[in-house]
C-alpha cells in the first residue's frame, strides 16, 4: 500500500532553516510527481511547490520563491523540502503529497514545523 | 493566481441531510478540481478527482459536478464519519490553490 512517511517536529528560531524529508513506499516513486503543502494552525491548506518525477524541474508558488527547495532522491525513495529565513508565520503542519494525474491522492502524515524564539 | 471561494464556510447539519458545498473559481478551471475531507489532526484525504470521479474507496454517498468555474459536493446522506472540513482545489493552473474550507458540523 502507498505509503508516505515524514519526518518528525521541528522547533526552529526566526531566521534558520528547516529541511523536512518524506519517504515513500508502495509505488514507483520514480514515475510520480510530488507536492509540498503547509497548514498553519486553525488555518486552511496552501500550496507550496511540486517537483517533477526526475527531480529537475520544480515549480514553487511565487510566496515561497527564494526561499524553498524541493529536491528528491529516486535510490532511496525520499522527497525533502528546505524552508530558509523562518519568521513566525511559518509555524505550520507541513505536509509532501504525490500527484496521480494532477490530484493530491495520498498525504503523508505531516511534519509540525514551529517557529518560535 | 486562480482564486476559490467556497460556501458555506460552516455548515450545521443532521445525521441522513443532504448535504451541497459549492466552489467557485475567479477563471475556468475547466474540470481540473478535487475535493478532500480533513478531519481534525489528520492529514486530507481525496474524494473526487477531476470534478466527478470518486476517488477508489470512497463512498458513494460522495458525488462531485460542475465545470469551468462552479463546482459542487453532495453529500446525499450525513454519516457521523461525515462530520470533518471539506476543501476544494484547482489544478488547472500553479500555483495550485485552495478554498478556504467548509467545516460541517451536528446540527
Known amino acids: 500500500q502507498v505509503q508516505l512517511v515524514q519526518s518528525g517536529a521541528e522547533v526552529k528560531k526566526p531566521g534558520a532553516s528547516v529541511k523536512i524529508s518524506c519517504v515513500a513506499s508502495?509505488?514507483?516513486?520514480?514515475?510520480?510527481?510530488m507536492h509540498w503543502v503547509r497548514q498553519a494552525p486553525g488555518q486552511g491548506l496552501e500550496w507550496m511547490g511540486i517537483i517533477n518525477p526526475s527531480g529537475d524541474t520544480t515549480t514553487y508558488s511565487q510566496k515561497f520563491q527564494g526561499r524553498v527547495t524541493m529536491t528528491r532522491d529516486t535510490s532511496t525513495s525520499t522527497v525533502y523540502m528546505e524552508l530558509s529565513s523562518l519568521r513566525s508565520e511559518d509555524t505550520a503542519v507541513y505536509y509532501c503529497?504525490?500527484?496521480?494525474?494532477?490530484?493530491?491522492?495520498?498525504w503523508g502524515q505531516g511534519t509540525l514545523v514551529t517557529v518560535s524564539s | 493566481d486562480i482564486q476559490m471561494t467556497q460556501t458555506p464556510s460552516t455548515l450545521s447539519a443532521s445525521v441522513g441531510d443532504r448535504v451541497t458545498i459549492t466552489c467557485r473559481a475567479s477563471q475556468s478551471i475547466i474540470t481540473w478540481l478535487a475535493w478532500f475531507q480533513q478531519r481534525p489532526g489528520k492529514a486530507p484525504n481525496l474524494l473526487i478527482y477531476r470534478a466527478s470521479t470518486l476517488e477508489s474507496g470512497v463512498p458513494s454517498r460522495f458525488s462531485g459536478s460542475g465545470s469551468e468555474t462552479e463546482f459542487t459536493l453532495t453529500i446525499s446522506s450525513l454519516q457521523p464519519d461525515d462530520f470533518a472540513t471539506y476543501y476544494c482545489q484547482q489544478y488547472r493552473s500553479y500555483p495550485e490553490t485552495f478554498g478556504q474550507g467548509t467545516k460541517v458540523e451536528i446540527k
Open positions: 503529497t504525490k500527484s496521480r494525474e494532477g490530484a493530491c491522492d495520498y
Open positions: 508502495g509505488f514507483t516513486f520514480s514515475k510520480y510527481y
